[in-house]
């Protein structure tokens, strides 16, 4: 029997490791114990708020699993799952071929693995502010360095391309573009896109295009940014967890531009996906369905969220000491609250998750100053849930400011 009872020491690493959306359910529970209804609009899981996952994709799996489809898979993934992203690619204006095309647990496995075939401790990644907080989560645990770049609350949080030329050293290997954006709503003019991708280009870095709400643009479909040059060093990320409401079986897939400048990197993603054997074999087989099959659910997905996203934005805006931008695509706003001197967005969330049950993220998480009173909310509930949910804000948000 062991006599020490110091504690065993964890990785410095893991100090430089966070992710605020789920570290933040701590204090909830502790409410939620206290006998407060917590209303968790933190995470962007639409199952969570009755949406459901279509039936046919259910069907594909549950013929996998019967069909025996229960062992070890290619760890690149099934072809035919790679084909069915090649096509979808292709179709919307980016040529890929399936051998470029691999099959990830969600979105988050292609960004952690692309970001491992790239990054050094020395690397340097430019990443929105605010960003997903995985990009700079993983960034830190590599040991490389993520440099944020300034978008504008006041420009319909485009990127700054201003600011972002003055980030740029010899270390800088690739640029984050999340578009259509969490944590704001945004999705980016087609001139910002291109400016994006010639930024790019003069200063030789990939582009890691995080696209898992390009199906989630309420007026206008969002199009791949390798679709505006098919030659740049593009690696694109996306799932079956947003648009085709199937988040917890953890499929998605990295697509990787026809450049020759990203071969090596592609044996590289290669040779990492080899060492965790392959993604959950049954769910791959949905990825066919998603793709070639009846996606008629996202026309009433991106209906009921632009009705959600109305709302946010009417009732928010109508707050004494709150703006926010109407989002365009996706289901999160990223409202900013004018807070009192002294006061920081993490006082201001904690304050209105305890005084009304209310569970938002505070904007610092997402790398913002927490001085600018910035809030991501989750605006999946159903209308007449946000009514009460913003009436409650509301309410607290003018006692906060009084
Ligand atoms: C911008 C962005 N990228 C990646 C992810 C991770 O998604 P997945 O479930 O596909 O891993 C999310 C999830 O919220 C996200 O918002």
């Known amino acids: 029997m062991s006599t020490t009872h110091t504690a065993i020491p ?26 407060m209804h917590v209303r968790y609009l933190n995470i962007g899981d639409p199952i969570q708020f009755g949406f459901q996952t279509p039936l046919h994709l259910i069907e594909a799996v549950e013929k996998a699993l019967r069909d025996g489809h229960n062992g070890y898979g290619p760890s690149a993934g099934i072809q035919s799952a ?14 890929i071929s399936p051998d470029r095309v691999y099959i990830t647990a969600g979105t988050s496995e292609g960004i952690e693995l692309a970001l491992t075939a ?47 030329a003055t980030l740029v050293t010899p270390q800088t290997k690739a640029i984050v573009i999340i578009d259509p954006n969490n944590p704001t709503g945004a999705t980016y003019p087609t001139p910002v896109r291109k400016a994006l991708l010639e930024f790019a280009d003069r200063h030789g870095l990939v ?25 740049a060093p593009v690696i694109s990320f996306s799932s ?14 990295l697509s990787i531009g026809r450049s020759p400048r990203l071969d090596d990197v592609a044996t590289a993603i290669r040779k990492l996906a080899d060492g965790r054997l392959c993604s959950t074999v049954p769910m791959q087989y949905a990825v066919t369905a998603a793709l070639k099959g009846d996606k008629s659910h996202q026309v009433t ?102």
């Open 118 to 164: 790239l990054l050094d401790e020395h690397g340097e990644v430019l990443v929105p502010m605010p960003t997903y907080p995985l990009y700079t989560a993983v960034i830190a645990k590599i040991g490389a360095h993520a440099r944020y770049y300034r978008t504008d609350p006041d420009r319909q949080w485009v990127p700054d391309l201003d600011h972002l």
């Open 82 to 95: 790679r084909e069915a992203v090649a096509a979808e690619d292709t179709g919307k204006g980016w040529p």
């Open 240 to 253: 079956l967890s947003k648009a085709y409401l199937a988040p917890g079986w953890r499929t998605g897939w």
């Open 10 to 35: 964890v990785s410095p690493r893991i100090g430089r490791f966070s992710y605020a959306i789920r570290n933040i359910v701590v204090e909830a529970h502790r409410v939620e114990a206290a006998g």
């Open 301 to 402: 997905f991106r209906a009921a969220l632009k009705e959600r996203a109305t709302i946010t934005g009417e009732r928010l805006r109508a707050m004494p000491g709150v703006s926010c931008m109407t989002p365009r695509a996706g289901f999160y706003a990223m409202p900013r609250v004018a807070l009192p001197p002294g006061k920081t967005d993490e006082d201001y969330v904690l304050g209105l998750l305890r005084a009304t049950g209310v569970l938002c993220v505070y904007g610092s998480g997402f790398g913002l100053p927490a001085t600018d009173g910035y809030l991501r909310i989750v605006f999946l509930a159903s209308p007449s849930d946000l009514d009460e949910i913003y009436g409650l804000m509301a309410r607290f948000t003018a006692d906060f400011l009084s």
């Open 207 to 231: 582009i890691l295009a995080d696209e898992v709400y390009a199906d989630l643009g309420y007026d206008e479909a969002v199009p791949p940014i390798g679709s505006f040059d098919h030659d």
